[in-house]
């Protein structure tokens, strides 16, 4: 993997009256952002890359990380990742779809779903490729042994420690499904259980917890004119990490792309939500990432979040 440290100013972040300047990549086309903030201070977005001219999520290669210290200006790392690392992979390469990155005791694991050669429908696994750097050195260990050939891997680390795994989607009306991540946080600890309670889910799973309240946001199945056409994001809230969840409705209305995904973090005392909109390319299939604030109700329950720059 390559470290390309470049620096891209003045496109994205805050203006004067603290909005986000969206998309906050433009010199190239990102999708599917997974936000972490790490030990050192920064906000890291780890998204897939769109291909161009687009054709569908086939040719989706090569992940690039992006971060930022005051979310106006944005570092790009450069490439960490390529299909030809994988293994099991199609010969012809493409379907890097949406990753997740999760750090413990000073390592970093990227997990990332990618199909076999032969089957792309049914075969896709979750790979893991681990650093000790959260933005390059990453090498694939191999793949997590005992799943569902869902896409859209996410992880989350409990306050006691415990980290859980989740996926779901890829196939018209495929589940999504978490469980217990063992220590070395490649290995399943029992079964992958399907989560109840969510309604319309549709793929992109994304866990996070904030005062005690467990919440899982993910894209539905929408897909008409609403005015923009494409999945709504939705979200549950659980007192527990595998559920039972209650769906709480819609927190992001559609981004005028065909699919949505998204992530939410805090950092520097602000939440934030992280998704794809097609502002850049007109086109719903070539995406961009974009930031906007995350405003929570007294009862925990999430404001609809209002998309800047589309
Ligand atoms: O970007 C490729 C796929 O489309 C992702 O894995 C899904 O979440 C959807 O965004």
């Known amino acids: 993997a390559l470290i390309t440290a470049v620096l891209i100013s003045g496109m994205s972040g805050f203006a004067a009256e603290n909005r986000a300047q969206n998309p906050i990549v433009t010199h190239m086309f990102t999708a599917d952002p997974t936000a ?3 030990d050192d201070g920064r906000l890291y977005v780890y998204p897939s890359t769109d291909a161009y001219p687009a054709i569908g999520c086939s040719l989706m290669d090569g992940y690039h990380v992006f971060s930022t210290v005051d979310m106006v200006n944005w570092t790009d790392h450069g490439e960490i ?3 030809r690392d994988v293994e099991w992979g199609r010969e012809e390469g493409g379907f890097m779809w949406a990753p997740d990155c999760m750090c413990r005791n000073g390592t970093y694991y990227y997990y990332f779903p990618h199909p076999s050669a032969t089957d792309r429908k049914t075969s896709w696994k979750t790979g893991v490729a681990v650093s000790t750097n959260p933005a390059s050195e990453f090498k694939v260990k191999g793949y997590i042994e005992g799943l569902d050939p869902l896409i859209d891997p996410n992880v989350f680390i409990d306050d006691d420690g415990q980290a859980y795994f989740y996926h779901g989607g890829g196939q018209k009306g495929w589940p999504v499904k978490g469980g217990k991540l063992k220590e070395n946080m490649v290995e399943l600890d029992g079964e992958m ?11 992109g799973p994304f866990v996070f917890k904030r005062k005690g309240i467990y919440y899982m946001i993910y894209p539905d199945r929408h897909s008409g004119e609403l005015p923009k056409k494409g999945n709504q994001m939705r979200y549950a809230m659980s007192k527990k990490p595998l559920g039972p969840w209650e769906s709480k409705g819609i927190m992001l209305d559609p981004t005028g792309c065909h699919t949505s ?6 950092y520097k005392g602000k939440w934030y939500m992280f998704y794809h909109n097609y ?4 086109q719903n299939n070539l995406r961009s990432i974009c930031f906007d604030e995350v405003f929570f109700n007294e009862d925990g329950t999430i404001q609809k979040v209002v998309q800047t720059g589309d």
Do not use: D, N, T
């Open 279 to 282: 502002a850049l390319s007109g």
């Open 261 to 266: 995904h998204g992530s939410i973090v805090e």
């Open 81 to 83: 990742l390529h299909s």
């Open 36 to 38: 972490r903030v790490w």
């Open 193 to 203: 259980l399907p989560m109840e309670g969510l309604e319309e889910f549709h793929e």
